[in-house]
Each structure stands twice: as C-alpha cells, then as structure tokens.
C-alpha cells in the first residue's frame, strides 16, 4: 500500500498548472517595445535634422553685417532650452506626416503663406519677434515659458488671403507715397498743377489690452469688410449670403425690456417716434417692470407727447406701443423678458430690440435699414454695444468717424466667473463689420430671425451669459452679427447711474 500511487482528480487541467511561464510572449513585447523606442529614436533625430535645416534655409547666405549677426546669436540661444521632442509623440503618427506635408510646402519662400508679418519684419520674410514663431516654424520655440509647436498647415491656409491682402497694401502704399512725393516736386516747379487726392484710410481700431493676446496682433488692427463675406476656402469662393430684400414699405417693430426705468424708457420712445422718418410704420412692444410708486413707461412717454405734439389728442402714437406690466419682484431675469418680448411681434419687417435708457438720431430708421442693407446679407443681424451720448455727432447726428464693435474677449476676472467681452472703437469705419459676438443693447435684423431663433424663456437668472447664448443661436440658424459702421450708429446709450428707477 506504501508504494502505490493515488490518481486525484484536479478541479482544472493538469498543464494549465504545470506549464512554465511563456517566455516567448514575453520576448515578443519585449522586441516591440524595442521597435518602438528605435523608431521614436529615428523620428526624433530626424525632427531634429528638419529642424536644423529649417533654421539653415531662413538664415541669409552671407552673415557678415550685425544686423544678421543678431539672427545667429538667437539660434544659438535656441539650441540651448529647446526640447524638439516635447510635442511629438511616436504613439501619434498623423502628427508626423503633417509635419513632413508642411516641410514640403514651406521648401519654397513664395508659395509659403504666414499671418500678416509684424512691424519688424526684414527684407527676407524672417520674423523677428520670438512671439510669431510658434505660428511660423515647425519646431521654434515663440517663448521661453511655452512648448514647442507643430508648423499648422491649416492657418497657414486660413491666413494666407490676409497676408497677401496685407503685403499687396504695403506694396501700394508705398507707391502711393512715391507718387505723392513726385507729384509734391511738381506742383513746386508748376503750381498749376492739381493736387493729389489723399487715399482713403481703412477702419482699423487699436487692441486695447496688451495682457490678452488677439491672434498674435497687437497695436492697430486694420479691418477689409469689403471681402468678409467672401469665404476663405478655395472650394468655397464662389459661395455669398442671400442678398437682402427691402421691400418699398416696410415697417419695424421696436422692443424694449424696462426694468424699473420708467422715465428713461419713456423717453427712449419719444426719441423713437419724434426723430423717426416714418413712425407710423413703428410698432413698439415694453415689457415694463416696476413696483408701486414707480413711473410707468407709457406715463412717461405720453408726458413728452403732450408737450411735442400738443395738438395731436391726447398722447400721440399710443395706438402704436403695447405694453406687458409685470411686477419687477418676480423678475427672473433679462432672456425670460426678451422672450416675452418676441411674442409681441406680429408681421412686421424689421425688428429692433435696444436697452430702455437709449435715444435715437434723426431719420434713424431709414438710416437703419440702410445700414443693414450695406452688409449684403439677408440674414445679417447688425448688433453692438451702441457708443455713450457724448459720441453723437452735433445736431443728433451720426459720430464723425468712429463706430463701436463687438470683438474683444478679455477672458476670466476669476476661474469661477464668466467669460467677458467688450467693444472696441473702429476709426474711419466705413462699412458694417462682421462680429463674432452679439449685444443686447442693439439688434437689428429682420423679423425672421426672432421668429425662426426664438429666444429660451427657461434661461433664467443669466445676465452676462446671456450674449453668448443668443450669439450661438443665430449663428448655428444661419445668421451672422455685423457692428454697424458710422453710418448706422443711429442709437446712443445712456451710460450714468443717473435716472434709473425714476432719471433720466
């Protein structure tokens, strides 16, 4: 009994105990890990290699004066903090073919398309300020406190119409500065002969915060509203906006929110009808808050109408203005307003939607329609932070060169706050200005829009949200935002603590 053997059954196959460890598993990771770190091994000396002849190719073929003696200097500045390898992974290989794609395309100067150069630029193309490089070259670093960057094909294209339009106006001016110094030297030797007309000047307005960058632009900016509308797609160009249709007759609707602004809203209406060209085609809609002892808007206006029109009844225009009382203790905030607002439209053509402490210039309501129809799109939505009081030109008149437009973003006071914007003054404006954002303080489009993108009654509580939310909503509907130029700004806003609750 001692020498037998007992045969036990095991509750799982006898080889899946007794085999060894499978090594040539193992060896076979083991050589693709190997595979891997000899090829990111390749890829990044061959990065490097582009990278040194890139720098090769923008350095000039002789450096014997300083100022090309500085270049140098900065290159081998570079090679000492520049880790070629912080942004390419091998894991990523797209990422490597884009980078060979934007190698072929920049081998030749002329077919390479860079953003509008800076000041600073020399004769040759290369950038000078370290903050464009990041934009410009494959591998340069743009700062010492940012990572390095893969040459972008794609704003290489998106900019590339700018930076012709850009070049082509240095190139022009310089010769229209030639011409007006020959043309000076002639008219000193004859003084017959008649003087140069001085070239129009392009809107422009100056970035005002040197804190928040705005695609690499800083100081003025200059604006082309005459292609903006004009797509930057190649496949694309041919492609415009439905051009707009003005009726002969048309009429606007006018909606005004009022939260306990009663004599300032009052005499926002009066300025509507007493300035318009045609006020009986306006039709105005005031959801008007207030609280007892509160002056009513309608109170207010009829006031001024009495004493404007003292022999036109009782209080001229009333039949033209409706009015939605609310109790401004039960306010939830200014969309809910708005949307009750819209549903005050009827079939009108036009609507505008202003703050209840504005006023109006002469025949603002031709000159709106204009306005609107200068931006050559149907679906156009002029719409801005209109300029203070002290902006009106003399004689409730428009501003003499200036205008306000809709595009500075200045980002976070804190992590926890919105995000804020804010206008920007356009000098020698001259056309509406597409905008990327939209302001409760004017909007100005056709009736349309309010009807096919109506304002979300439930958005309740949102004040400084609320322009990124109705900027979303037209503009994935199919509109675009416009500043109105010099030419439109019709409407002026009241900008002082003064007359709210019961000011002016």
Sequence with gaps: MANRIIHMALPFPPEVVMSPVPQAELR??????????????????????QQQAFRLQSAAPSRQNLHQQRHRDDDDEWDQDVDVTSSVSSSVQTQIARFRDSRLNNATPPTRRPNPPPED??????????????????????????????????????????????????????CLTLCAVLLQQRSCAATTTAPTPAPSPRQSFVWPYPSFCNDFKEGRVYLDPETQNIP????????????????????????LPSYRDGIRCGFTLWTAFARATHPLRLHVGVVDQTEDGDVRCLDE???LARTSWPDDGDCKYKH??????????????????RA?????????EFCLTIDAHSQFILNWDVTMVDEWTRAGNELAVLSVYPPGYDKMGPNMSIPPAQSSHLCAFGGHDTFT????????????????????????????????????????????????????????????????????????????????????????
């Excluded at 050589?31 to 990065?47: C, G, I, N």
Aim: proline fraction near 6%.
């Design 340 to 348: 009750l607002m819209q549903g005050m439209i009827q079939a009108e």
């Design 28 to 49: 076979h990771r083991q050589q693709q890990l190997q595979m891997q770190l000899d090829r990111k091994t390749t890829e990044d000396a061959w990065l490097h290699e």
């Design 232 to 255: 930057r797609a190649a496949k694309h160009r041919g492609l415009r906006p439905p051009e707009p249709r003005v009726p002969e007759v048309y009429d606007v609707f006018l909606g």
């Design 320 to 337: 033209l203005i409706q009015i939605d009382a609310r109790d401004s203790k039960l306010s939830t905030g200014p969309i809910a307003v």
């Design 121 to 174: 630029d020399d004769s040759r193309g290369v950038r000078l300020k370290r903050a464009h490089l990041a934009k410009t070259a494959p591998m340069a670093r743009s700062s010492f406190h940012m990572t390095t960057a893969l040459y972008s094909p794609y704003k290489t294209a998106k900019h590339a119409s700018t930076f012709i339009e850009s070049s082509s106006m240095r190139v022009l001016c310089l």
């Design 417 to 504: 706050d919105m995000p804020w914007f804010s206008r920007v003054t356009i000098d020698d404006s001259q056309w509406p200005q597409l905008s990327p954002l939209w302001g409760g303080g004017l909007s100005f489009s056709k009736c349309h829009a309010e009807t096919r993108v109506p304002i979300d009654p439930h958005l309740e509580w949102i004040f400084i949200g609320e322009q990124y939310v109705r900027a979303m909503q037209l503009w994935t509907h199919g509109y675009d935002m416009y500043s109105p130029s010099r030419y439109g700004t019709v409407l002026f806003h009241n900008e002082t603590k003064e007359g709210g609750h019961n000011g002016r």
């Design 301 to 303: 206006y009829c006031r």
